[in-house]
């Protein structure tokens, strides 16, 4: 039975605001479907090389949570962190790296020449991206953050969050993350355009930057000189220690939403407004 | 011409593309120097930060994890001037089709492997901010090492370099089985030992220290030689070239399995069909 919504009726039978509901509702099923597609797209021919990834990625986390059995006493906190939260504070990072620390890949759209498919698809190029992100997101949900998470306690860690309430504003903060992610993305794109510099550096370059900003790796106020709390005020903080300090409970939860909401606010438009200023200068190099 | 002039002529022919290249903008110039420089200093930045913060690292003190990081750095500085163009990221050259670029050329597969990766000016920066780490380290260590110990410094720090190099070969060789699927192979056992390199290992259990030091040699980019060279365990100072003299064995023979795999298929890159179509 064919959908209402696929009938293909033209706008001007329906009424204005229907037509308005019907278009959105389609866009929406478009990014869904991106968004299952970048899900599922890796699992096809690169399975194995997904797990490797993942192997990889458990080593990482034994070797930090290893660092900091070392260097932290096993009672007391250090700069208002026990040595417990930052354990859970690590394995929750590792096991939500790829929501953390997303990107949407439109640098390597850019340099693979991928781009000018882009802008013949009946979807905003935006929008595209940011489903695929989320997909992706998806994927390593359910076959890394979700099995990683049940092997904690084996690891010696407590991976629930400071409470229920902490839980609830983690999803909250973990969501705005996202959105603080891909417009940092659209905002790295353009400035690769217009220093029509290389991708790969340019890629190379943000996700090294972030990781030692955003918190990732070492917990903000872990940091010596009290470089942290200055780290916490950056829109990269936003994106993983933010989230973090909500879900071990050592931070305050509302003021640290309303930060990344701020980024948000801030960036987006910005992302908007580079984005549209040097998308004519885009020059494709193809692969 | 000997081997050795032809090597050198060749290494001077890359070094003045890669001159021309690096100075074709002033920008574009800056824009490298800056953005290698900032990317070589955030991969060791955090284990600084935390060597500071705690005043060491267990075993460690401050300027032990310092000179570790410098040596770090330096192995991917080595790895830059000498392995860029996907030479080091080879299973991108074989799982594109662009093997085949080297194999057409008249000089032997290893020579081309060796030279056409050489970037002397673009590479350098890198390896600057680890000779500056290094240097840093060695001043604040304040021990005055004789030239013995700096010989046994180079020919662990040669070492490691061409333990990280066999280690992508040797995982890179899957993509002439897999040319599609492996295709980022190299870029992934890299970026493992890239991400990894700058963390002392001490505190890992036994068995995941030995699967450090055998399957994923990140131990031996710098963990092993300095606390080795820095006198932290047991001065056993050939213990890494060995290490990198076995797995370069390894690393090669598997590779010409490979080669002699793709001799039989060929590239995907110029059939209709290929995934380059």
């Known amino acids: 039975m064919p959908n209402s919504l696929d009938l293909g009726l033209p706008v001007g039978r329906t009424s204005s605001a229907m037509a308005g509901a019907v278009d959105h509702i389609r866009a929406a099923r478009r990014h869904l479907k991106t968004m299952t597609m970048a899900a599922v797209r890796s699992l096809d021919d690169r399975g194995w090389v997904l797990a490797g990834?993942?192997?990889?990625?458990?080593?990482?986390?034994?070797?930090?949570l290893s660092l900091w059995r070392t260097v932290l006493p096993e009672t007391g906190a250090t700069s208002g962190m026990t040595r417990a939260a930052v354990l859970t504070y690590t394995l929750?990072?590792?096991?939500?790296?790829?929501?953390?620390?997303?990107?949407?890949?439109?640098?390597?759209?850019?340099?693979?020449?991928?781009?000018?498919?882009?802008?013949?698809?009946?979807?905003?190029?935006?929008?595209?991206?940011?489903?695929?992100?989320?997909?992706?997101?998806?994927?390593?949900?359910?076959?890394?953050?979700?099995?990683?998470?049940?092997?904690?306690?084996?690891?010696?860690?407590?991976?629930?969050?400071?409470?229920?309430?902490?839980?609830?504003?983690?999803?909250?903060?973990?969501?705005l993350a996202l959105l603080v992610a891909a417009a940092l993305d659209f905002i790295f794109a353009s400035i690769m355009v217009l220093l029509e510099h290389s991708v790969y550096a340019m890629m190379k370059l943000r996700t090294a930057v972030s990781a030692l900003l955003s918190g990732a790796v070492i917990p903000l106020a872990l940091m010596p000189w009290g470089i942290g709390e200055v780290f916490g005020y950056l829109p990269f903080a936003a994106l993983a220690s933010a989230p973090l300090r909500i879900y071990t409970g050592t931070g305050d939860a509302l003021l640290l939403l309303a930060l990344q909401a701020a980024w948000v606010a801030?960036?987006?438009?910005l992302a908007h407004l580079m984005w549209s200023a040097n998308r004519e200068r885009l020059v494709t190099h193809g692969g | 011409m000997s081997v050795l002039t032809t090597v050198a002529a060749r290494w001077r022919v890359q070094a003045h593309l890669d001159f021309m290249w690096m100075t074709k903008d002033l920008r574009f110039f800056l824009i490298n120097v800056v953005g290698d420089v900032i990317l070589n200093l955030a991969g060791v930045t955090a284990v600084f930060l935390l060597a500071e913060r705690f005043d060491g690292i267990g075993l460690w003190a401050r300027d032990q994890v310092i000179f570790m990081l410098g040596y770090a750095a330096l192995v991917?500085?080595?790895?830059?001037?000498?392995?860029?163009?996907?030479?080091?990221?080879?299973?991108?050259r074989i799982g594109?089709?662009?093997l085949d670029h080297l194999l057409v050329q008249p000089q032997p597969l290893w020579m081309g492997?060796?030279?056409?990766?050489?970037?002397?000016?673009?590479?350098?920066?890198?390896?600057?901010?680890?000779?500056?780490?290094?240097?840093?380290?060695?001043?604040?260590?304040?021990?005055?090492?004789p030239v013995q110990w700096?010989?046994?410094?180079?020919?662990?720090?040669?070492?490691?370099?061409?333990?990280?190099?066999?280690?992508?070969?040797?995982?890179?060789?899957?993509?002439?089985?897999?040319?599609?699927a492996a295709e980022e192979m190299s870029s992934r056992a890299v970026g493992f030992l890239y991400q990894l390199k700058a963390f002392p290992l001490d505190g890992l259990s036994a068995v995941v220290l030995t699967g450090m030091l055998t399957v994923l040699p990140v131990g031996f980019v710098a963990w092993y030689p300095s606390r080795q060279l820095l006198g932290i365990a047991a001065p056993h100072l050939w213990h890494t070239p060995l290490a990198a003299l076995l797995l370069a064995l390894v690393a090669g023979i598997v590779f010409k399995k490979g080669m002699e795999h793709y001799a039989q298929t060929g590239s995907q890159r110029y059939i209709a069909w290929g995934h380059r179509g």
Do not use: K
């Open chain 1, 53 to 64: 990834d993942f192997g990889l990625r458990l080593l990482r986390v034994l070797l930090l």
């Open chain 1, 266 to 269: 801030v960036l987006w438009p």
């Open chain 1, 92 to 175: 929750i990072a590792e096991a939500f790296a790829s929501q953390l620390t997303l990107g949407t890949g439109i640098e390597l759209a850019l340099t693979s020449g991928d781009i000018a498919n882009r802008f013949l698809r009946p979807a905003g190029v935006f929008g595209q991206f940011t489903a695929e992100m989320v997909g992706a997101g998806l994927r390593d949900l359910l076959l890394f953050s979700l099995p990683l998470f049940c092997l904690a306690p084996l690891l010696g860690v407590n991976p629930l969050p400071a409470g229920v309430g902490a839980a609830l504003l983690f999803a909250c903060s973990v969501a």
């Open chain 2, 76 to 92: 991917r500085g080595f790895l830059d001037v000498g392995f860029s163009y996907n030479v080091l990221h080879i299973s991108r």
């Open chain 2, 96 to 98: 594109r089709g662009q």
């Open chain 2, 150 to 180: 700096w010989l046994l410094f180079g020919a662990n720090l040669l070492a490691s370099c061409a333990m990280a190099l066999a280690f992508s070969f040797l995982w890179g060789a899957l993509a002439f089985w897999a040319p599609v």
């Open chain 2, 113 to 145: 492997l060796l030279t056409e990766g050489f970037m002397p000016f673009s590479g350098c920066w890198s390896l600057l901010t680890g000779a500056g780490i290094t240097a840093w380290a060695v001043v604040q260590l304040g021990a005055g090492f």
